[in-house]
């Protein structure tokens, strides 16, 4: 397991569409977040799981997204009814505890609105 | 204001140059500080962690003021390889339970030959 994965690497939607994102966190990291990173801007947080149980949500995260994390593993973002404004890059972060030395960021996912 | 703050840049220097990024922070209570580098269209690595007493890794020195809530990050003898977008980060979380971080915005530097 050589690090965090994200799949798609880029997805371009039109609005209005649904779309999903996966991550796979480095195997014995029980927590995983998701962030959303703007041109031009930091990347913001949205939501954390620790093992299956989400524990913390952004109030960036409107109610047309929705995050899972079933089994403790890999988590999904889905975006339903996409808006321009959703266009950015998702990125995905692991890390055992709340160890910050070990937070690892995947390589995300584009999402491009149009 | 915005919980952490960063001149947006680009600082634009030449090979050799010496540069200092600054960073503010708004929540006097946060316990965990960090600098990531981010490349053009790549995820942010961690460069460093951030301490009171000061901290050197190499070419970079991290330097934390609690009392102004200020935080830096100095670059010497840069090279090209240094250009990036560096991001000033901060745990909020008392004892850093949580581990979700505030990315200020970025500072991008460009190292020219």
């Known amino acids: 397991d050589t690090g965090v994965s994200q799949d798609p690497r880029h997805k371009i939607t039109k609005r209005g569409q649904n779309v999903t994102f996966r991550c796979d966190p480095i195997?014995?990291?029980?927590?995983l977040y998701w962030y959303r990173q703007t041109l031009g801007q930091g990347p913001e947080f949205l939501t954390y799981?620790?093992?299956?149980?989400?524990?913390?949500k952004s109030r960036l995260l409107s109610d047309r997204f929705s995050a899972e994390r079933p089994k403790g593993s890999f988590s999904t973002l889905e975006i339903q009814r996409t808006e321009q404004g959703d266009s950015a890059m998702y990125l995905c972060?692991?890390?055992?505890?709340?160890?910050?030395?070990?937070?690892?960021f995947g390589s995300g996912t584009r999402l491009t609105v149009v | 204001r915005k919980e952490v703050e960063q001149d947006p840049g680009p600082f634009n220097v030449p090979e050799g140059a010496t540069v200092a990024f600054n960073c503010t922070y708004s929540?006097?209570?946060?316990?965990?500080f960090f600098w990531y580098r981010q490349d053009c269209r790549k995820e942010p690595k961690l460069l460093m962690s951030?301490?009171?007493s000061g901290n050197e890794d190499g070419r970079f020195t991290a330097q934390l003021n609690r009392a102004s809530q200020y935080i830096s990050l100095l670059i010497r003898d840069s090279k090209l390889s240094d250009s990036a977008t560096y991001l000033c980060?901060?745990?909020?979380?008392?004892?850093?339970?949580?581990?979700?971080?505030?990315f200020g915005k970025g500072t991008k530097l460009s190292v020219k030959p």
């Open positions: 972060a692991s890390t055992l505890g709340g160890t910050i030395r070990g937070y690892t």
């Open positions: 195997s014995e990291h029980n927590r």
């Open positions: 799981f620790q093992n299956e149980a989400q524990l913390e």
């Open positions: 929540n006097s209570a946060s316990q965990s």
């Open positions: 951030v301490y009171s």
């Open positions: 980060v901060v745990n909020p979380q008392v004892g850093g339970s949580q581990g979700n971080l505030i």
